[in-house]
């Protein structure tokens, strides 16, 4: 089972641009990676998931180096309410069920 | 529709109760988690469901007993439970595949007393 490693915390103002890089070293050739959000006292929520290369959706921008060893989650313009724990997941691929390992998580704090 | 719920949003229990959570989705998902979140640290897997059969047992204590009514229910029942127990316990769902998104619900907030 992959293991990701992230920053436990980071620290940001508000409208600037937040990258959080998680490592996976022993990524498995059919994992994709995930990242979700959470906000104190609610459920995580998905942001992105990506395989290789680049991946955009309205919220944030997924980059995954060749080797996928790596990911860096990047949130453009952060405001005050993207203060929230990320987490990087790498999924398992086993047939029964969707099996996620939620890693440490980086806590972002975005002041004003 | 694409909410997952979870009831009642807070428990207290004495470690002699016996108590349930219950968790609904109605987005047609065929797999559903159990997570267990002590403060500040990550969700951890305790059960996975598909399609309506357990498949993942994360060597959970046998003082929790998950249960899967029908493919929108999932329900958790707690005995004999210890303080060390108390946590968030969080309910997903996904579609039934592989590598999916997975919908959580807000939690349940557990204190055993």
């Known amino acids: 089972l992959a293991k990701t490693t992230q920053p436990i915390s980071m620290d940001s103002y508000e409208g600037q641009e937040v990258n959080i890089t998680c490592s996976h070293n022993?990524?498995?050739?059919?994992?994709?990676i995930t990242w979700y959000q959470q906000f104190p006292s609610q459920g995580p929520r998905f942001i992105i998931q990506g395989y290789k290369t680049k991946v955009t959706n309205e919220v944030a921008s997924l980059f995954i180096p060749a080797d996928r060893k790596s990911s860096t989650l990047s949130l453009p313009r952060v405001s005050l309410s993207d203060t929230a724990v990320y987490y990087c997941?790498?999924?398992?691929?086993?047939?029964?069920?969707?099996?996620?390992?939620f890693g440490g998580g980086t806590r972002v704090l975005v002041k004003p | 529709d694409t909410e997952v719920t979870q009831t009642p949003k807070h428990l207290v229990m004495g470690m002699t109760n016996k108590k349930s959570l219950k968790c609904e989705q109605h987005m047609g998902h065929r797999a559903m988690y159990w997570y267990k979140q002590k403060a500040k640290k990550p969700p951890e897997l305790m059960f996975v469901y598909s399609y309506e059969k357990l498949s993942i047992n994360e060597s959970v204590p046998s003082r929790f007993s998950p249960e899967c009514p029908n493919s929108s229910l999932l329900n958790l029942h707690l005995h004999a439970l210890q303080p060390e127990d108390s946590a968030l316990y969080l309910c997903?769902?996904?579609?039934?595949?592989?590598?999916?998104?997975?919908?959580f619900g807000p939690g349940t907030r557990l204190l055993v007393l």
């Open positions: 997941l790498v999924g398992d691929s086993g047939a029964a069920g969707n099996k996620l390992t």
């Open positions: 997903a769902s996904s579609q039934g595949g592989t590598q999916e998104t997975q919908y």
């Open positions: 022993n990524i498995a050739t059919n994992d994709y």
